[in-house]
């Protein structure tokens, strides 16, 4: 385990990560950690090497010019971010970055004894791949767990999923080396509009830990920029028939097969959330 000097003292956290690349469709799962750090105005709190992680040549740094004509460069990396949640009456760690090019084993130890040095109850990552589902549903998101305990606590299904990973996937399936309760958020964005950024996948991943943390999360502009990306993936659809076909094609499928899911007990789920929604 690596160890850290000078770590605050956090109130039970919950650290989320999420990092552009493979594991990151449309930029859905890193547009929820960049909202959450606008909305609970969540501080630096270290960054890790990049030289340890990054081919520069895979991921180039970015130039830029300030306000005043000064130029400087950004270097791709990992951050790590610390808010507090009043309303969570909890502390969070917020993970950014974009997925290493080498030492994953290294990387993940470096998260992950940052995680137990500060006591974190809940490891939560968060992805988004792309599917086959109608831009003109809700996104589905899915959760698994390695956590027999939060699988039985929250009734989602354990991981069974065998194949090619990414550095999400990786870090979920070492938290239990190092003892720390995992949770793992999927967005699935239709692949035939697979561009980014996507904010209704975003807006449905905020939704989802809303439900799990219980915690009226400020939606901002994300609802507004959702419904502006689904009136224009009307437009284009409108403009091709084929489109237009295949989009009502996989509006049959989805309501075929989900119709026994339209419970009463999910349908009061969602109005519960909707309050809570109302009165933050």
């Known amino acids: 385990m690596i160890e850290y000097d000078d770590l605050p003292v956090l109130n039970n956290p919950i650290m989320l990560c999420a990092f552009e690349g493979w594991n990151d469709a449309a930029e859905s799962a890193s547009g929820v950690i960049n909202h959450l750090r606008e909305t609970w105005k969540a501080e630096l709190l270290l960054e890790l090497d990049p030289e340890e992680y990054y081919d520069y040549q ?23 971010f ?9 502390d969070v760690i917020l993970v950014a970055g974009i997925e290493p090019n080498m030492k994953w084993p290294q990387f993940i130890r470096e998260i992950l004894s940052l995680a137990a040095e500060l006591d974190t109850g809940l490891v939560l990552t968060l992805g988004a791949l792309l599917s086959d589902n109608p831009h ?23 991981s069974t999923y065998e194949g090619p990973t990414g550095i999400v996937g990786a870090i979920a ?10 949770l793992s958020l999927w967005a699935s964005v239709p692949h035939y509009v697979g561009q980014s950024p996507c904010p209704k996948a975003t807006l449905a991943l905020v939704a989802k830990i809303e439900d799990l943390l219980d915690l009226p999360i400020p939606l901002g502009e994300l609802t507004e920029d959702a419904r502006a990306w689904e009136a224009g993936v009307n437009e284009l659809a409108q403009e091709d028939e084929d489109i237009a076909d295949y989009v009502a094609q996989l509006e049959e499928e989805q ?8 419970s009463g007990d999910a349908i009061a789920k969602e109005f519960e959330r909707y309050l809570r929604r109302r009165e933050s």
């Open 82 to 90: 610390t808010a507090h949640v009043p309303e969570l009456k909890r």
């Open 255 to 262: 309501e075929t097969t989900e119709l026994p899911e339209a």
């Open 173 to 182: 399936a070492a938290c239990d080396q190092f003892g720390i309760p995992n």
């Open 136 to 158: 003109t549903r809700p996104v589905p998101v899915f959760a698994t767990s390695s956590d027999p305990q939060l699988i039985s606590d929250l009734n989602i299904s354990p």
């Open 58 to 80: 895979v991921n180039r740094p970015h130039m830029y010019v300030s306000d005043s004509g000064d130029r400087g460069i950004i270097w791709p990396g990992t951050r790590v």
